[in-house]
């Protein structure tokens, strides 16, 4: 049971960059999905969620609102952060992490999620 990013790099302000999480040993429908990141120096951030279940709903935080989408696609069974308008601020490690949620679960909390990836670079710089 795992989670892998990739699609990470470097690219200009303003450029676009699509992150992809393959979910392995479960179905990522079953689950809620997070999209984290951490810069160096700074406390983890959540970015963007997709709740389980067949009606699951997305969540942004404010600072990517408008201009980064999460997607799921059950059939190759991932989960895809598509982002535009980059700017260098939102240079970090970015994370995905998975959870079937418990009883009082909190989809915003990094901890709550107990399947985590290692990670992928995204840095936007001229």
């Known amino acids: 049971v795992q989670v892998v990013e990739s699609g990470g790099g470097l690219v200009q302000p303003g450029g676009s960059l699509r992150l992809s999480c393959q979910a392995s040993g479960f179905t990522v429908d079953r689950y809620h999905i997070g999209w984290f990141r951490q810069a160096p120096g700074k406390a983890r951030e959540g970015v963007a969620w997709f709740t389980r279940g067949s009606d699951g709903s997305t969540h942004y935080a404010d600072s990517v609102k408008g201009r980064f989408t999460i997607s799921r696609d059950n059939a190759k069974n991932t989960v895809d952060l598509q982002m535009v308008s980059l700017k260098p601020e939102d240079t970090a490690v970015y994370y995905c992490?998975?959870?079937?949620?418990?009883?009082?679960?909190?989809?915003?909390?990094?901890?709550?999620?107990?399947?985590r990836g290692q990670g992928t670079q995204v840095t936007v710089s001229s």
């Open positions: 992490a998975a959870s079937p949620g418990f009883i009082g679960f909190y989809y915003s909390d990094y901890q709550n999620y107990d399947i």
